[in-house]
């Protein structure tokens, strides 16, 4: 190969990863200090000023050294972690007894298999129904797993709102067989179309609670009450409401909107279920807490469909929203700083992403944020001056106007002579 050639290659290679390994300061308004790091892994959780003062998306973050090198992280949403074998019994007796319950058994086909929930396929809606888990070796001798269960449906077809919860767990067992019973006092049965069972593990996820400032006013033309919840502020990552009433025996269809200027035209709807308690002889449970499609806008509203019944007593509403973390590699014990604000900053793209997934998070450290700083190498771009035309909408019109009085002028002096 040329060496003038092999050279230039090289230069090129030097200066694209110095580029990148160079930070423009002036480009972000914020900084926080990253307090506290060591070396190895380190797992920060924002907060609501980073929230608050970064870009949709949080694509504007960057992790940044005492030399001025961005360090390239991770951003994860710790959200639940799940994980499930599933089985699919030999259903055997699957019957109703009327006034009583609905009833099937499930045969796992041998023991030993950990079990500790099942979730019940059914054509049937709008229902609550308490539900008994069973198990057994032989079919003979039953052992009550829970005697506490329950499961619902609402459905309004109407609204195109459905909302249905059917999965019921238990301690875990390794019986061969098990039994479920669906409460049928009302004489109305749920039908048992199908049950998969399963060994469930879940890991909550690491969230916080707020509460926002709440208006109430109703809705008579809909027979509801409209709900308006303000978080203070945009940007927190809310995916999650409950609310906390005196009531009992209630059951309510629930739609969700979310705005971020609460714009008659500008809300759009997020979410929508059912919320409901009953404390009577033949059922007992509840669902004060539904889950929406995760939003950052400052406002929701929940609109509750009361139909003819009384307004229900809203003692308080909690809107909860999932912590996000950055994760990042630290080489030396030097000051590291977190730098958000850039309207016009776009995602990352490390390496760290290809690799992130072989990583062990188990032994990272727990790090945290300083306070919000005004970052003094920023500086802010000038805005764009509007042409005459945008900053005057009557421009156009102006010189039409102009333009024909011109020209009836020039015909009147033609005509005049």
Same mark, same amino acid.
Not at 81 to 110: C, Q, T
Not at 161 to 188: A, G, H, W, Y
């Given at each position: 190969?040329?060496?003038?050639?092999?050279?230039?290659?090289?230069?090129?290679?030097?200066?694209?990863?110095?580029?990148?390994?160079?930070?423009?300061?002036?480009?972000?308004?914020?900084?926080?200090?990253?307090?506290?790091?060591?070396?190895?892994?380190?797992?920060?959780?924002? %907060?609501?000023?980073?929230?608050?003062?970064?870009?949709?998306?949080?694509?504007?973050?960057?992790?940044?050294?005492?030399?001025?090198?961005?360090?390239?992280?991770?951003?994860?949403?710790?959200?639940?972690?799940?994980?499930?074998?599933?089985?699919?019994?030999?259903?055997?007796?699957?019957?109703?007894?009327?006034?009583? #319950?609905?009833?099937?058994?499930?045969?796992?086909?041998?023991?030993?298999?950990?079990?500790?929930?099942?979730?019940?396929?059914?054509?049937? %809606?709008?229902?609550?129904?308490?539900?008994?888990?069973?198990?057994?070796? %032989?079919?003979?001798?039953?052992?009550?797993?829970?005697?506490?269960?329950?499961?619902?449906?609402?459905?309004?077809?109407?609204?195109?709102?459905?909302?249905?919860?059917?999965?019921?767990?238990?301690?875990?067992?390794?019986?061969?067989?098990?039994?479920?019973?669906?409460?049928?006092?009302?004489?109305?049965?749920?039908?048992?179309?199908?049950?998969?069972?399963?060994?469930?593990?879940?890991?909550?996820?690491?969230?916080?609670?707020?509460?926002?400032?709440?208006?109430?006013?109703?809705?008579?033309?809909?027979?509801?009450?409209?709900?308006?919840?303000?978080?203070?502020?945009?940007?927190?990552?809310?995916?999650?409401?409950?609310?906390?009433?005196?009531?009992?025996?209630?059951?309510?269809?629930?739609?969700?909107?979310?705005?971020?200027?609460?714009?008659?035209?500008?809300?759009?709807?997020?979410?929508?279920?059912?919320?409901?308690?009953?404390?009577?002889?033949?059922?007992?449970?509840?669902?004060?807490?539904?889950?929406?499609?995760?939003?950052?806008?400052?406002?929701?509203?929940?609109?509750?469909?009361?139909?003819?019944?009384?307004?229900?007593?809203?003692?308080?509403?909690?809107?909860?929203?999932?912590?996000?973390?950055?994760?990042?590699?630290?080489?030396?014990?030097?000051?590291?700083?977190?730098?958000?604000?850039?309207?016009?900053?776009?995602?990352?793209?490390?390496?760290?992403?290809?690799?992130?997934? #072989?990583?062990?998070?188990?032994?990272?450290?727990?790090?945290?944020?300083?306070?919000?700083? %005004?970052?003094?190498?920023?500086?802010?771009?000038?805005?764009?001056?509007?042409?005459?035309?945008?900053?005057?909408?009557?421009?156009?019109?102006?010189?039409?106007?102009?333009?024909?009085?011109?020209?009836?002028?020039?015909?009147?002096?033609?005509?005049?002579?």
């Amino acid at each position: 190969m040329d060496k003038k050639i092999m050279f230039s290659f090289l230069g090129v290679l030097v200066i694209g990863s110095v580029a990148y390994a160079d930070f423009s300061l002036s480009q972000w308004q914020y900084k926080k200090e990253i307090l506290d790091v060591k070396k190895g892994l380190n797992k920060v959780s924002l %907060d609501n000023e980073v929230f608050a003062n970064s870009n949709e998306g949080l694509a504007d973050m960057r992790i940044v050294d005492d030399s001025n090198r961005e360090i390239p992280y991770k951003l994860i949403a710790t959200r639940n972690e799940e994980g499930r074998k599933e089985y699919s019994p030999r259903l055997i007796n699957n019957s109703v007894a009327d006034g009583k #319950y609905s009833m099937v058994i499930m045969d796992l086909g041998e023991r030993g298999i950990i079990t500790n929930s099942l979730k019940i396929g059914t054509s049937s %809606d709008n229902f609550q129904r308490n539900v008994t888990v069973h198990g057994s070796e %032989d079919q003979e001798n039953w052992n009550v797993l829970n005697s506490e269960g329950y499961i619902y449906d609402y459905t309004d077809k109407k609204a195109g709102i459905k909302s249905q919860d059917t999965r019921v767990s238990f301690p875990d067992t390794t019986f061969r067989f098990l039994k479920v019973e669906i409460s049928n006092v009302e004489n109305n049965p749920v039908m048992i179309n199908s049950v998969s069972v399963s060994q469930y593990i879940r890991k909550g996820a690491k969230e916080f609670s707020i509460s926002p400032k709440i208006e109430s006013s109703p809705d008579d033309r809909n027979k509801a009450t409209v709900l308006i919840a303000d978080l203070g502020q945009g940007g927190i990552p809310t995916g999650r409401i409950s609310i906390a009433t005196v009531d009992e025996n209630f059951n309510r269809g629930v739609v969700v909107y979310s705005s971020n200027d609460r714009g008659v035209e500008n809300w759009k709807r997020v979410g929508y279920g059912n919320l409901f308690r009953y404390k009577t002889p033949g059922f007992s449970g509840e669902n004060l807490a539904m889950d929406i499609d995760e939003t950052t806008d400052r406002y929701i509203k929940m609109v509750i469909y009361n139909k003819d019944n009384a307004p229900l007593g809203i003692r308080e509403v909690k809107m909860l929203a999932t912590y996000r973390e950055l994760v990042f590699q630290a080489d030396s014990n030097e000051k590291y700083f977190l730098f958000y604000g850039n309207r016009k900053a776009d995602t990352p793209e490390y390496d760290l992403e290809k690799y992130f997934q #072989y990583l062990d998070l188990t032994g990272s450290w727990e790090v945290s944020l300083g306070a919000q700083q %005004d970052n003094r190498g920023f500086i802010e771009e000038k805005r764009e001056e509007k042409p005459l035309t945008e900053r005057n909408p009557y421009f156009f019109t102006v010189v039409l106007v102009a333009t024909g009085l011109l020209l009836l002028l020039v015909v009147y002096k033609f005509l005049k002579k």
